[in-house]
C-alpha cells in the first residue's frame, strides 16, 4: 500500500499560478501511474490529469489542458500539477491518485484508483 502525502495549495486570483506536489512512501511509485482528480463544492470529483509510469504520456481533462502541466520525479517519488492560468472555475479540493498499474486507461474514473492522497482545497477569486 502507498501513502500519499499532498502539499501546496491555497488561495490564489484569477491568473495566478500554483503548484500541487503529491509525495508517495511504500508501495513502488515508479512502478504505477498517477492522477490528479478534484472535486469542485457540491459536485462530484472528476478527473484533471494523469501520467504513465515513466513520464512520457500524459492526460489532461478538456478544461484544464494547456494550463495545467502533470509531471512526476520518480527519482524523489513525487508527483506535480503545476496550475497556470487559474480560473474561479477551478475552485475545489484537489487529490491524487495512484493507478493500479503502469499505465493510465483513458476513461478511467476514481473508482480505479486505489490510494489517495488527503486532499488540498485549491480557492481562486476573481
Known amino acids: 500500500q502507498v501513502q500519499l502525502v499532498q502539499s501546496g495549495g491555497g488561495l490564489v486570483q484569477a491568473g495566478d499560478s500554483l503548484r500541487l506536489a503529491c509525495a508517495a512512501s511504500g508501495r513502488t511509485f515508479s512502478r504505477y501511474s498517477m492522477a490528479w482528480f478534484r472535486q469542485p463544492p457540491g459536485k462530484e470529483r472528476e478527473f484533471v490529469a494523469a501520467?504513465?509510469?515513466?513520464?512520457?504520456?500524459?492526460y489532461y481533462a478538456d478544461s484544464v489542458k494547456g494550463r495545467f502541466t502533470i509531471s512526476r520525479d520518480n527519482a524523489n517519488n513525487t508527483l506535480y500539477l503545476q496550475m497556470n492560468s487559474l480560473k474561479p472555475e477551478d475552485t475545489a479540493v484537489y487529490y491524487c491518485a495512484q493507478g493500479g498499474d503502469e499505465n493510465y486507461y483513458a476513461g478511467s474514473g476514481p473508482a480505479d484508483f486505489g490510494s489517495w492522497g488527503q486532499g488540498t482545497q485549491v480557492t481562486v477569486s476573481s
Open positions: 501520467i504513465n509510469w515513466s513520464g512520457k504520456s500524459s
